[in-house]
């Protein structure tokens, strides 16, 4: 074998070569190694081809892995912090919370809408056609039916500047926060009755709060 035909071999092809060599010789060589020396290289030459190998197979199933779950999490099950107490009890400032796409907005479940740019977490009350009313203490009635809001600590008539009977225009829903004296929601023009387009998500469980912590 000429020297240029060795200078393309790779390393692992030159031990397998000496290694033979090394079998096949009856006579001690100084100009060699040990057989014993020839076989440990070649076992750690082979370890570190299979090492590779299992490390870049890892990698690629843990970036395919990451991929899926960056766009599941931005299509289905988005994941947002609570910034503001209109949802106090029930949110506090700082928790975490999964979200999940659905078509189905079921009163009383909690949502996320999208407005001007900002996300707001409010309480579906009423349903496209409803008759919404809110007397002076705070209670309210849809369709002429007190609602039984255990999740409300202190009930108010909060900012509002609607006339009551008020009915919820098709294609919209009427929401309201927990945290009835400092949330801004459908009892104010500012804000209204939210379009479905509007909704991001329905929460789906708190992840993390800084009250459990």
């Known amino acids: 074998m000429t020297d240029k035909e060795l200078k393309r071999l790779s390393r692992s092809e030159l ?3 000496i290694y033979e060599l090394q079998e096949n010789s009856t006579a001690e060589s100084e100009t060699l190694p040990t057989a ?7 076992s750690r030459i082979r370890y570190h081809q299979r090492f590779l190998k299992t490390f870049r197979s890892t990698l690629s199933i843990l970036i395919v892995v990451a991929a899926i779950a960056v766009l599941v ?3 289905f099950l ?3 912090q609570v910034s503001g107490d209109s949802m106090e009890p029930t949110l506090s400032d700082g928790d975490i919370l999964l979200l999940f796409k659905t078509n189905d907005y079921t009163s009383g479940k909690l949502c996320c809408i999208s407005w001007q740019n900002k996300l707001l977490l409010k309480r579906i009350i009423g349903q496209p056609g409803d008759y919404i009313n809110i007397d002076a203490e705070g209670n309210v009635y849809v369709n002429d039916q007190l609602l039984d809001e ?3 600590t202190s009930k108010s008539l909060g900012e509002c500047d609607i006339t009551f009977p008020y009915q919820v225009p098709d294609g919209k829903l009427f929401v309201l926060g927990d945290h009835r004296d400092t949330s801004i929601d459908s009892r104010s023009s500012t804000i209204g009755c939210v379009e479905y387009e509007q909704i991001v998500g329905q929460v789906l469980f708190k992840i993390w709060s800084k009250k459990e912590s």
């Open 36 to 42: 014993e020396q020839v076989k440990n290289e070649r």
């Open 78 to 80: 988005p994941v947002i």
């Open 150 to 152: 255990p999740y409300v």
């Open 15 to 17: 031990v397998d070569i």
């Open 73 to 75: 999490s931005t299509l």
